[in-house]
């Protein structure tokens, strides 16, 4: 069975900066287009960016988060990665990686079935202090 197992989270002051890490063992990893997910304290969970199968030479960003995080990939590791920089205190919230064999699922998210990434980690919690 597949298995995606973040990490990095934690505590942190606002401004800081913060390295997520998602690793991905029980598939060819390369082959797996792979996104980065929040849900915050009361609200629904939200796309934050994917990245494209193979070399990852295409990525997408929700435009709150464009110029602030950045996901990229290790294929040679089996992880992908997010870095958050300028961190606010409303980015406090469990982040979450998942694949899909499908780009375009991952960065038109809704909890349709049709939508839906076809596996997901348990999530690291982030939290940004005053």
């Known amino acids: 069975q597949v298995q995606l197992v973040e990490s990095g989270g934690g505590l942190v002051q606002a401004g800081g900066s913060l390295r997520l890490s998602c690793a991905a063992s029980?598939?060819?990893?390369?082959?797996?287009?792979m996104g980065w997910f929040r849900q915050a304290p009361g609200k629904e969970r939200e796309f934050i960016a994917a990245?494209?199968?193979?070399?990852?030479?295409?990525?997408y960003y929700a435009d709150s988060m464009k110029g602030r995080f950045t996901i990229s990939r290790d294929n040679a590791k089996n992880t992908v990665y997010l870095q958050m920089n300028s961190l606010k205190p409303e980015d406090k919230a469990v982040y979450y990686c998942?694949?899909?064999?499908?780009?375009?699922?991952?960065?038109?998210?809704?909890?349709?079935?049709?939508?839906?990434?076809?596996?997901w980690g348990k999530g690291t919690l982030v939290t940004v202090s005053l």
């Open positions: 998942a694949e899909d064999t499908i780009l375009h699922t991952i960065v038109v998210y809704t909890t349709d079935k049709d939508t839906y990434p076809e596996v």
């Open positions: 990245i494209s199968r193979n070399g990852g030479g295409s990525t």
């Open positions: 029980g598939r060819t990893f390369s082959n797996y287009a």
